[in-house]
């Protein structure tokens, strides 16, 4: 059994308020301390912090050629999956995988059968009693909120929840080649009739308060992969409106999209569109630099 963190998401919250309203460190751990965190873990926890203060203050400080979205300095490195053998299969934990579209720029990679249908099923089936309306991060606090663009239901499972999650998500790592600890929870979504998550980006913009808590806990998002449980009778395709991409949405596939920076060039907007009849069932898995939380 995992035993919870003593340093909570409101501990967290509350040094990062520290730290951005100027306290030093000393006086943060001492603080931590007090309030029952293990020495080893307030610095290991504090030090993260830091590092991420320390390079959103580098953000907001570069001179306007380092922060122009066309300038090509120091990209994050990102998931470079495994590349097809004839005849455009990877054959990753037993299972044939196939490559059905490429694209360059923005890199996106649609894979076929990368889920079998029972193993769809059972998602959804472990999902369905547990999800509530979606919300996106909250960039002003780091906390959620809602968003009238993103309509859907979802939940989050564990990282190695259960054996079927865990085996999906290390075949995930396989193919993607990054590392098991760096992907974020699977995201499982709900969209009904109507529903739709609107165009979007998944990196955040490391300029904003409400940044700082998510990058520290792993650095920012590099790709993601969307992976589909069902297939809608009509609708419901993820679409990138910058170069007229909608991938239909196809029950056991997936579309892998990675980005190199936190940046509108990357060319990876996009978004869920509106389900036109039954219901849209995804799982998203999100790949960050550094190892994140279960
Ligand atoms: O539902 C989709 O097709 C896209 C989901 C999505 O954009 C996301 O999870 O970030």
């Known amino acids: 059994m995992t035993v919870p963190s003593p340093f909570t998401d409101e501990l967290r919250q509350w040094a990062v308020n ?11 751990l001492r603080e931590l301390i007090a309030r029952g965190i293990p020495e080893e873990l307030a610095v290991d926890e504090l030090t993260r912090l830091l590092e991420s203060r320390l390079s959103q203050l580098k953000q907001q400080r570069a001179p306007a050629a380092e922060t122009d979205p066309s300038s090509d300095d120091s990209p994050n490195t990102v998931p ?10 990877i054959r990753v934990d037993g299972r044939e ?6 694209l360059k720029h923005p890199r ?17 089936a472990l999902a369905r009693p547990r999800i509530t309306a979606s919300s996106v991060i909250d960039m002003q606090s780091g906390g959620n909120k809602q968003d009238e663009g993103r309509t ?14 865990e085996r999906i998500e290390r075949r995930i790592a396989a193919l993607l080649q990054w590392p098991y600890e760096n992907g974020e929870a699977l995201q499982i979504l709900r969209y009904a009739v109507g529903q739709e998550y609107k165009p979007h980006y998944d990196y955040v913009d490391p300029t904003q308060p409400g940044a700082l808590p998510f990058l520290a806990r792993g650095g920012q998002r590099v790709a993601s992969l969307v992976m589909y449980l069902n297939t809608p009778p009509r609708g419901g395709a993820t679409n990138f409106p910058d170069v007229g991409l909608e ?48």
């Not at 996106?108 to 959804?124: A, M, R, T, Y």
């Open 18 to 28: 520290e730290i951005a309203a100027g306290s030093g460190p000393d006086q943060v």
């Open 247 to 294: 991938v239909a949405a196809v029950k056991g596939n997936a579309v892998f999209f990675s980005y190199d920076k936190a940046d509108p060039s990357t060319g990876t907007l996009h978004g869920g569109m509106p389900v036109m009849a039954g219901e849209k069932w995804v799982a998203t898995k999100w790949l960050r630099v550094s190892r994140t939380d279960p």
């Open 108 to 124: 996106v990679i649609v894979f076929g059968n990368l889920l079998g249908q029972d193993e769809c099923d059972k998602l959804v």
């Open 97 to 102: 995988i196939s490559v059905l579209l490429q």
């Open 152 to 165: 859907s239901s979802g939940m989050a499972f564990r990282r190695g929840e259960t054996k079927l999650i």
């Open 80 to 89: 470079q999956p495994l590349t097809a053998d004839s005849p455009n299969t």
